[in-house]
């Protein structure tokens, strides 16, 4: 499937540049936008990778731009959001600060786009407002890709769930008026409720945070406190059945 995806993006790079869409990739591909993105992650990674491999030459704007989005990383592990600069950045990815303004404007714009293109909310998205997926397998794909998101990206998520609640804050200030992965979530189980498909004693939300929590337990607190390595088959289905048990509507 790999490298049906591969094939797939270089004849859009070919044809478009990169600046072709993932909606076009998965139109080539006939593959899901949640199992596309379970696979690449993101477009950027797999534009960076098939670069990598010599499959493709990305142009110097997209070149860029995977520079800055590497260096902000790096920094931002090291720093924090709040307070690193943009001459940090600017100098790891060996570039000059004014490129970073004339590409993003700003820190706060630099930190929308650098997250935009991290996570997985678009693949979640897709499953998350599919009216008739099968619960089970929903979950089973929504707890496959948080997992692979918050271990691919654990340097990023201890900064923002260890005791630093003012980088949530800045965080959260910077998504303003987006709507949030946990909201799609809560909005999921909401409808899975009205299906009923579960139980409805206790509130969408309530159990969007406990599904959040049991990810979060496996993925950042037992690697961190308790030296338990992550394994996200094996323990995505340990949390699927724990939420399950707790959550499903047995009526």
């Given at each position: 499937?790999?490298?049906?995806?591969?094939?797939?993006?270089?004849?859009?790079?070919?044809?478009?540049?990169s600046?072709?869409?993932?909606?076009?990739?998965?139109?080539?591909?006939?593959?899901?936008?949640?199992?596309?993105?379970?696979?690449?992650?993101?477009?950027?990674?797999?534009?960076?990778?098939?670069?990598?491999?010599?499959?493709?030459?990305?142009?110097?704007?997209?070149?860029?731009?995977?520079?800055?989005?590497?260096?902000?990383?790096?920094?931002?592990?090291?720093?924090g959001?709040?307070?690193?600069?943009?001459?940090?950045?600017?100098?790891?990815?060996?570039?000059g600060?004014?490129?970073?303004?004339?590409?993003?404007?700003?820190?706060?714009?630099?930190?929308?786009?650098?997250?935009?293109?991290?996570?997985?909310?678009?693949g979640?998205?897709?499953?998350?407002?599919?009216?008739?997926?099968?619960?089970?397998?929903?979950?089973?794909?929504?707890?496959?890709?948080?997992?692979?998101?918050?271990?691919?990206?654990?340097?990023?998520?201890?900064?923002?769930?260890?005791?630093?609640?003012?980088?949530?804050?800045?965080?959260d200030?910077?998504?303003?008026?987006?709507?949030?992965?946990?909201?799609?979530?809560?909005?999921?189980?909401?409808?899975?409720?009205?299906?009923?498909?579960?139980?409805?004693?206790?509130?969408?939300?309530?159990?969007?945070?406990?599904?959040?929590?049991?990810?979060?337990?496996?993925?950042?607190?037992?690697?961190?406190?308790?030296?338990?390595?992550?394994?996200?088959?094996?323990?995505?289905?340990?949390?699927?059945?724990?939420?399950?048990?707790?959550?499903?509507?047995?009526?």
């Amino acid at each position: 499937m790999q490298t049906q995806i591969k094939q797939a993006a270089v004849q859009l790079f070919n044809e478009a540049g990169s600046g072709f869409t993932l909606d076009q990739l998965q139109s080539c591909t006939g593959i899901s936008r949640a199992t596309l993105y379970r696979r690449i992650g993101s477009k950027e990674a797999l534009l960076i990778e098939m670069s990598a491999e010599g499959l493709i030459e990305l142009d110097s704007q997209a070149d860029i731009d995977s520079r800055i989005y590497s260096a902000t990383r790096s920094v931002v592990a090291e720093y924090g959001f709040i307070n690193c600069t943009m001459e940090q950045i600017a100098n790891e990815a060996n570039l000059g600060v004014a490129t970073l303004y004339r590409h993003f404007n700003d820190k706060e714009n630099l930190f929308r786009c650098f997250i935009a293109q991290l996570g997985p909310a678009l693949g979640l998205k897709s499953i998350l407002q599919d009216e008739e997926e099968d619960l089970e397998e929903g979950l089973r794909q929504i707890i496959d890709m948080a997992l692979r998101f918050l271990h691919d990206n654990h340097d990023l998520v201890k900064i923002l769930y260890s005791w630093q609640n003012a980088e949530r804050s800045y965080l959260d200030h910077i998504r303003e008026g987006s709507t949030t992965n946990f909201t799609e979530l809560s909005r999921y189980l909401a409808r899975q409720q009205k299906r009923g498909k579960l139980r409805q004693d206790v509130s969408a939300r309530d159990q969007a945070i406990g599904l959040n929590a049991l990810l979060m337990q496996y993925s950042v607190y037992a690697p961190i406190y308790q030296n338990r390595p992550l394994n996200i088959i094996e323990d995505g289905k340990a949390i699927l059945k724990l939420f399950l048990q707790g959550a499903k509507n047995e009526a």
